[in-house]
């Protein structure tokens, strides 16, 4: 197997489909529509918990959010989880404020996601 890669290098974004978990990585400085629609369309799909890196993501819109919320219902609705990695302070602050502060997770950048050193509290 192997992981599956998925990478749109139009809208920045890779998406690596592991056996444990589904990793995302933006490398873009919002989330943007297309970014949420293929998100939506690829997230529901995914049989392990997603994560998302936030890391250079530097604002989000409320449309943003509201997106955002059909993924993670979708995902939940199956028993999975979608988790915002490393967002920055004012990306968090707006998570934590639109009710996603269960959401977020530090991790070490060396670290896979989902990995031992995933945890959801500040950086130490």
């Given at each position: 197997?192997?992981p599956?890669?998925i990478k ?5 974004v890779?998406?690596e ?11 873009r ?6 970014v949420l629609e293929f998100l939506g369309?690829i997230?529901?799909?995914?049989p ?5 890196d ?14 955002v919320g059909q ?11 979608l988790?915002f990695?490393?967002?920055?302070e ?6 934590k404020?639109?009710g ?10 060396s670290?896979?996601?989902g ?6 509290g500040?950086?130490?």
């Open positions: 197997g192997g599956t890669r749109d290098a139009k809208r920045g890779v998406v489909a592991r056996e444990d978990v589904t990793l995302v990585w933006i490398h400085k919002d989330f943007g529509d297309d369309d997230l529901p799909k995914s392990t918990n997603v994560y998302i936030c890391r250079e993501i530097r604002e989000v819109t409320p449309a943003d959010l509201k997106a993924p993670i219902k979708r995902l939940k609705s199956h028993g999975r989880a988790h990695v490393n967002p920055n004012q990306v968090e602050e707006i998570l404020k639109s996603y502060g269960g959401h977020i997770t530090r991790m070490d950048s670290g896979s996601p990995g031992t050193r995933a945890s959801t500040a950086p130490s």
